[in-house]
């Protein structure tokens, strides 16, 4: 019987500040709390707590047949409990029914796993830390930050204890096949199971959705579900994956994409060959059937070498380099404000907002109040310089000189 994984990213970064040079040394404070507030507020009103309702409706009304996961990053958590805790009381209301699986992550929506082993290992932990004390449950199965996916990455999973990994479904990896099967890793000792998305399916949703030049526009959900039930017998799990402010924010109401939303799975569930599953339901009802070999490290936007969004261009490259250089000052000075404040400055938002701007999304200016890309390296650069003379001024104050009374030297 094949099943819809439904999956949805949600994640706010903490909003910086413009952070001028003359500030370096003088102002230590580097986030927005104003518009922290605002863009918290507004992703609530018109997003969450509307497609939050409208979730659980559905939950109730398919007789709990309709299921979804979600994957909320710490520094989000964190923003709902400062601004919106309404917010987290919707998501328990849905953990709650029994239908709704909460993901594992980096606390900090980080690119920890490409440059620091431990650093990454740790944000895990801190998220599902966090997760178990919001929601009571300890995540089972891992969404790196933008699905950025290797081998390597179901290894350390693995180790830490995960039974299964969602991806991208490449299709220059998968070669032919489909990536509507439970896949394992290649190369590596691994229980891992590797649920990969059907980018074409979540796209349309995500992407091209409301698109009057799209030759399939309108999209229905009788239509949808009609495109999912064509999927021919050796489908075993269809994995829709996708940003979570598809709904009110990318998408307007007016587009009509809570209606299609609402409509969906009753459509789905008309075909009573068809399910929903978790992710976890879905690790444990289909045997991995294949390998996927991912060499090189991909994520969910397979790019061009020439439009990489995270960590290609020279400005990218150089605050990423920096910020990860601070590894070691930030351990040693035992501050978990300044571990904090580390961790929060590698967000993934800050290094895609110094992309190239053909790289960038239309609701690219949503999160970003700069006027530039370079403008963003700039503010950040100020940021890392004031934040590394905290650092050298902290071990400065903690290192204690040593006195040996017996030869009267001060070492």
């Not at 620091?116 to 919001?134: G, M, P, T, Y």
């Not at 299609?260 to 991995?288: C, G, M, R, V």
Request: net charge negative; charged share 25%.
């Amino acid at each position: 019987m094949p099943s819809v994984c439904l999956y949805f990213k949600v994640h706010q970064p903490y909003q910086l500040k413009k952070y001028e040079v003359k500030e370096i040394g003088n102002a230590h404070c580097y986030e927005d709390a104003e518009a922290d507030n605002a863009t918290i507020n507004r992703v609530a009103d018109e997003s969450y707590l509307r497609t939050n309702k409208l979730i659980y409706e559905l939950i109730q009304s398919t007789g709990k047949q309709f299921k979804v996961s979600y994957s909320i990053s710490g520094t989000t958590l964190e923003l709902f409990q400062k601004y919106r805790p309404d917010i987290i009381e919707s998501f328990r209301q849905l953990v709650d029914t029994g239908c709704v699986e909460m993901l594992g992550e980096t606390y900090y929506h980080s690119l920890s796993f490409l440059y620091s082993k431990k650093e990454f290992e740790r944000q895990v932990q801190k998220h599902s830390d966090l997760i178990e004390a919001l929601f009571g449950i300890t995540p089972q199965v891992f969404r790196n930050t933008e699905l950025i996916y290797n081998n390597k990455l179901a290894e350390i999973i693995d180790a830490i204890g995960f039974k299964g990994i969602l991806c991208e479904g490449i299709d220059r990896l998968l070669n032919g096949r489909s990536p509507n099967k439970v896949y394992k890793s290649t190369g590596i000792e691994t229980d891992i199971s590797l649920l990969l998305r059907n980018v074409g399916l979540s796209d349309d949703i995500a992407f091209r959705f409301g698109e009057e030049n799209w030759n399939e526009h309108p999209l229905t959900a009788e239509k949808f579900a009609e495109w999912i039930h064509k999927h021919t017998e050796d489908t075993k799990l269809l994995n829709l994956f996708m940003d979570y402010e598809t709904f009110g924010i990318h998408k307007k109401d007016t587009t009509g994409i809570f209606d299609f939303l609402q409509a969906l799975p009753h459509e789905i569930l008309k075909n009573e060959s068809w399910k929903f599953n978790t992710p976890s339901e879905a690790i444990d009802t289909y045997f991995p059937e294949d390998f996927y070999n991912v060499a090189q490290t991909v994520s969910w936007k397979d790019k061009s070498k020439e439009c990489c969004v995270w960590c290609e261009n020279m400005m990218q490259n150089n605050t990423l380099k920096k910020i990860y250089s601070l590894e070691k000052m930030v351990s040693q000075s035992s501050d978990e404000k300044l571990k904090d404040m580390w961790g929060r400055l590698q967000a993934a938002d800050y290094f895609y907002f110094m992309a190239d701007e053909s790289c960038h999304h239309q609701w690219y200016h949503n999160h970003n109040h700069y006027q530039s890309a370079k403008e963003v390296y700039h503010s950040y650069t100020n940021i890392l310089t004031d934040f590394e003379i905290t650092l050298i001024q902290k071990a400065l104050k903690t290192t204690q000189p040593f006195h040996n009374t017996s030869v009267g030297i001060l070492y």
